[in-house]
């Protein structure tokens, strides 16, 4: 079936870090992946999103490669801001399908 | 622009009442959902709507209806409250690949 694995969390960071958070899934087919971004007390927002195999999608410094090889859509940034401690998901949308899928979450905390 | 709007933002129920969350998008969007979400648990499908007049199952239907009122709306109901319903809900709509989310309703079941 379709599914969806992220690290864990937190992930605590001090301001400026790297940052990465990994997501790998399973699913047949060419589905479209993507990460959302969830700030405290608030919904979903899509962060960014790739469509097929080795496409980039990048937003506000953050930036995902869609690796059919590894199924991975690992999520990045060179230098994170205490205004990123927010939770992210990673999602996948299946080929032909309504639906998506999300993984569990990974909060990240980014200390001054 | 509004967007996808649910209310009500906070509710308390007892055990046994009923309930209707409501949903209305302004994306003129085909499809709709609500989804679910518990601590560790991410985000879980409980009914989705293609299109105007349908709606299917997702992975934790059971204690829940719903109903495509319109194109714009999409409300769904707890017949009897449990405290495992106890849960932030989501709506949201897609066109085409991008899902857009509501705000949150924040439920609780005593």
């Known amino acids: 079936g379709n599914s969806v694995t992220q690290m864990e969390g937190p992930v605590t960071l001090s301001e400026e870090a790297f940052l990465t958070i990994n997501c790998t899934y399973t699913?047949?087919?060419?589905?479209?992946l993507f990460w959302y971004v969830q700030y405290p007390g608030e919904g979903l927002q899509l962060l960014l999103k790739?469509?097929?195999?080795?496409d980039k999608g990048s937003n506000k410094g953050f930036e995902a490669t869609y690796r059919k090889e590894t199924t991975s859509f690992h999520l990045e940034k060179g230098s994170v801001q205490v205004s990123d401690s927010a939770v992210y998901f990673c999602?996948?949308?299946?080929?032909?399908?309504?639906?998506?899928?999300f993984g569990s979450g990974t909060r990240l905390l980014v200390r001054p | 622009n509004a967007g996808v709007t649910q209310t009500p933002k906070f509710q308390v129920l007892k055990t046994g009442q009923s309930m209707t969350l409501q949903c209305a998008q302004d994306?003129?969007?085909?499809?709709m959902y609500w989804y679910r979400q518990d601590p560790g648990m991410g985000l879980r499908l409980i009914y989705y709507?293609?299109?105007?007049?349908?709606?299917d199952k997702g992975e934790v239907p059971n204690g829940y209806n719903v109903s495509r009122l319109n194109k714009r709306e999409f409300s769904l109901r707890l017949e009897s409250a449990a405290p495992s319903q106890t849960s932030v809900y989501f709506c949201?709509?897609?066109?085409?690949?991008?899902?857009?989310f509501g705000e949150g309703s924040w439920l609780t079941v005593v």
């Open positions: 994306m003129n969007h085909n499809s």
């Open positions: 709507s293609a299109s105007e007049g349908t709606t």
């Open positions: 699913a047949t087919g060419y589905p479209s």
């Open positions: 999602a996948l949308r299946p080929d032909s399908s309504y639906k998506l899928i």
């Open positions: 790739a469509t097929k195999a080795d």
């Open positions: 949201a709509s897609s066109e085409g690949n991008t899902i857009y």
